[in-house]
């Protein structure tokens, strides 16, 4: 296996609070899948919780080497976690397609939050 790239984001929660505020759902459903937006719904501070998806569909967009925009779109990357807490990356779409072109086997990513910030970080591995 083969390291294809790293990514780090790191998110004010403020700014996702303000997005929220001013946006609402246009903001949710243009970043978010219907089961992030679920999740983060159930959770005391949803905005904490959307603000480390949010860095890390950054993070792995970063790794991509590409960002978010032509090749891969935020729906395109879907932050889950597993019933162990471990957070997954599903990969749809233009993120998917980009993804077996390129060889890549494994995405990783790590999400913390504090009380102001999130951050994000992503490994992707290939053949």
């Known amino acids: 296996m083969n390291l294809i790239g790293i990514g780090i984001d790191v998110v004010e929660v403020?700014?996702?609070?303000?997005?929220?505020?001013e946006f609402g759902e246009r903001f949710l459903k243009r970043v978010f899948t219907k089961e992030e937006r679920e999740y983060c719904g159930r959770q005391k501070r949803p905005e904490l919780h959307l603000?480390?998806?949010?860095?890390a569909k950054e993070a792995v967009a970063k790794a991509f080497g590409t960002g978010i925009g032509k090749e891969i779109g935020w729906l395109d990357l879907e932050i889950c976690r597993r019933d162990s807490g471990e957070p997954v990356v599903i990969l749809s779409g233009g993120a998917a397609e980009y993804a077996e072109?390129?060889?890549?086997?494994?995405?990783?990513?790590?999400?913390?939050?504090?009380?102001?910030?999130?951050?994000?970080?992503?490994?992707?591995?290939?053949?």
């Open 101 to 127: 072109a390129r060889g890549v086997i494994q995405v990783m990513v790590s999400l913390t939050h504090a009380k102001h910030y999130a951050a994000a970080n992503a490994v992707i591995m290939g053949k």
């Open 51 to 55: 603000a480390a998806r949010f860095a």
């Open 14 to 21: 403020s700014r996702v609070k303000s997005s929220l505020d």
